[in-house]
């Protein structure tokens, strides 16, 4: 549970065993790399990380590059679900298929890069994901068949974005403390940025170089986002080398299993409005490629203004849990609201909110969930295991919506009540989740 403290001692000092108990925070011991390093708990002091300074911030940086790959990429698949479908003239469900497998894969192995990242590996395992997510990313531009292109872009690509997620995520995590939501908020604003820049350099490159030379360019946008973040991040943990891949005992705490669930319904669905926002303004409303495309950035855009607000809101007022249930509700109530959407100036104005109520519930996703966890050395695992149960909602969830708008004929109103109702219940899920830590309160900061 996050606790709102006030730190007294200068950020990087060493508190007294006696402080232990009000801080809720790890030990420490030897250092790693010329840093303090949070260690075992048989310790009688414990370590204050900075939460803040240039290097913590830089770590947020870091995390904000990973994060327009690991996230922005596979989000911008809207692009390549048009392109493929009109060039390969398969279903939309098939064809979605390649982008549910990469957002499998960014989830499922999670757990692998998480306990990857406590152990210490964690710029190997970057260096290792980045690498497979550009070779993946150049081998789509040569790709002519379905086949192919489900191999590259879905399996390689895939890989590759699972491996990078994790690893930056505890970096961040363990140089904040009363400023946790918001740098782990502001790094997530790498995934709104991400779903802005690949899908603009593909789609405004296509009628200049064509589909090959334009994916390429995304290719060594990757490349550049990869060498930066490498070079910035300086882990401060020392490794957790023993120890589980899998925590069992996560499983039998109440407020863990709940925020899980929570968060299988919450992916399930979350990808809807990103892989079909730019098909329903074609098919429905009528827009023109370009126009729906133009749709998808400012949907994508807006995420970026929504994230470092709602951090700073969870941090200094609300709670991350509390803001993470409700932005989700927000989130659902939207996909509901968008059932009255008729015209091509309602559908802009909708895409406005829509992105800003999407990037407040992924903003303080992590935060949410880093506040749970009392020790900051299983992060990496912990959320792995969320985030690898994820990955089968997140796979099942773009298909599903495919299939019941193939089923209706192009029609889209089932597959928004079908969302709706998702997300609402995700919602609900993780406000139990927030009530079996604090009780039925209505006014606590968690």
Partial sequence: MAVDTDVEKAPG?????????????????????????????????????????????????????????????PTAFGIYQLYYRDTLKLPEAQVSWIGSVQVFLAFALCIVSGRLADAGFIKSTIACGCSLVVFGTFMTSLCKEYWQIFLAQGLVTGFGLGIIFMPPLSVVNSYFIKNRASAMA????????GSVVFPAVIQYLIPKVGFPWAVRCAAFVAMFLSVVALLLLKPVLKPRRSGPVVEWDAFKELPYVLFTIGAFLFFWALYFGSFYINAFARNVIGF????????????????????????????????????????????????????????????????????????????????SL?????????????????????????????????????????????????????????????????????????????
Wanted: hydrophobic share 45%; aromatic share 10%; charged share 10%.
């Fill in 13 to 73: 000092q060493v508190l007294t065993a006696g402080d232990r108990k009000e801080l809720h925070l790890s030990p420490v011991g030897p250092s790693v790399d010329g840093e303090e390093a949070i260690v075992t708990a048989d310790t009688e002091t414990d370590f204050v990380p900075p939460d803040g300074g240039l290097v913590a911030w830089s770590q947020v940086l870091a995390a904000c590059l990973i994060n327009m790959m690991a996230w922005g990429y």
């Fill in 186 to 193: 502001i790094s997530a604003t790498g995934t709104g940025l």
């Fill in 370 to 446: 880093a506040s749970l966890t009392k020790d900051p050395r299983k992060m990496g695992t912990r959320f792995g295991m969320v985030c690898t149960l994820g990955a089968f909602s997140s796979l099942a969830g773009p298909p599903t919506a495919g299939a019941i708008i193939d089923r209706s004929g192009g029609e889209f109103t089932y597959a928004l009540v079908w969302a709706g109702c998702v997300i609402v219940t995700s919602g609900l899920t993780l406000a139990g989740a927030r009530c079996a830590v604090t009780g039925f309160k209505l006014w606590v900061k968690i």
């Fill in 288 to 367: 023109s490629t370009t126009d729906s495309v133009q749709l998808l950035l400012i949907t994508n855009g807006m995420s970026v203004v929504a994230r470092p607000f709602v951090g700073y809101l969870a941090d200094h007022f609300i709670g991350p849990i509390n803001t993470y249930a409700f932005q989700t509700l927000i989130l659902g109530c939207m996909l509901f609201t968008w059932l009255g959407v008729n015209s091509a100036t309602g559908l802009y104005v909708f895409a406005v909110f829509f992105g800003l109520a999407s990037g407040a519930a992924q903003g303080v996703y992590g935060g």
